[in-house]
């Protein structure tokens, strides 16, 4: 009987086009993820946000019911706004922004800056598969992580408070997918790009932290301490997430904190250029990579 050389089994199931492997690579990268502990916790962190704002209101009620304070409910009832406008929307979107800042900071390096520094990106561009289709896989399982924390829950909410109010605010479920979108894109292919090009988790941290973080209190420093011009308030990131986002809810410009800031355009064409540098950088990082077929 001749040996089985190598225990080799050919292939006997049927083959797809190279645009299917898009989801095996988000597939694994999830994987990864869901693995560690710490994710679990921030996203544990992150549903106590959305218990606030689900159960608020039946809270309040029977707040109510107990002779409290009567002021005190105005307030806890004013400050988050559970009335199912959009500005409620908005204060959930930054509460949830603040922990998908914090996941994609341990993200980052995991799902993308990994393949650069143990030399994995090879061995799947050596597939008969295209760059854009291992860019898009990992695009696909940061667009999960940060729907689950901020899509999705919104959309609870809308229905939960959409049974409570007769629908009142029917209109505003486009708005909450747009700032979803806006959110996915942004922090999707700005990790990304961040991961490939310093691949290790601490300096894609420090990185992240400076662009989120110190950023943000600079701004603030500037504009607020120094009385500088609002338009400095535009190299916060975050705030330009924000001031774009309020602005598909219908809020009013004043309404955003803290005063002053840049006009809404401006931050979208900030958001516009860095989405755009970050999709040519990344092609330009990707096609460097030398793959032997």
């Known amino acids: 009987m001749e040996p089985s050389l190598l225990h080799y089994r050919p292939w006997r199931g049927s083959l797809h086009a190279p645009r299917w ?18 994710f679990w916790g921030l996203y ?51 509460f949830q922004a603040s922990m998908v800042i914090i996941i994609l900071a341990l993200a980052g390096s995991v799902l993308v800056g990994n393949d650069f520094q143990y030399g994995s990106l090879p061995f799947y561009l050596s597939k008969p598969l295209g760059r854009w289709h291992y860019l898009l896989g990992k695009f696909l ?7 689950l924390m901020t899509t999705i829950p919104a959309i609870v909410l809308y229905l939960q408070y959409g049974m409570l109010e007769n629908w009142d605010y029917a209109d505003i479920v486009i708005p909450i997918l747009a700032y979803g979108l806006m959110l996915t894109v942004f922090f999707g292919l700005l990790v990304l790009a961040v991961a490939t090009w310093l691949r290790r988790t601490i300096p894609f941290i420090m990185a ?72 040519i950088y990344l092609n330009l990082r990707i096609r460097a990579v030398e793959v032997v077929r």
């Open 208 to 279: 992240w932290a400076t662009l989120f973080f110190f950023l943000r209190q600079l701004a603030f420093a500037l504009v607020n301490g120094l009385d500088y011009d609002a338009r400095w308030r535009l190299i916060d990131l975050w705030n330009d997430t924000v001031l774009v986002g309020n602005r598909l809810l219908g809020i009013e410009h004043d309404m955003v904190w803290p005063q002053p800031q840049p006009p809404t355009v401006e931050a979208a064409v900030v958001l516009g250029v860095i989405t755009v540098a970050c999709a």
């Open 21 to 38: 492997s898009v989801w095996p690579i988000a597939r694994i990268g999830l994987a990864v993820m869901l693995r560690r502990k710490i």
């Open 141 to 147: 399982g940061l667009a999960v992580f940060i729907n």
């Open 44 to 94: 544990a962190l992150g549903l106590v946000f959305f218990c606030m704002f689900f159960f608020g209101q039946y809270l309040l009620a029977y707040a109510e019911t107990q002779n409290l304070p009567r002021f005190l409910l105005m307030q806890s009832r004013r400050g988050l706004h559970l009335d199912g406008s959009g500005m409620m929307y908005a204060i959930f979107f930054r």
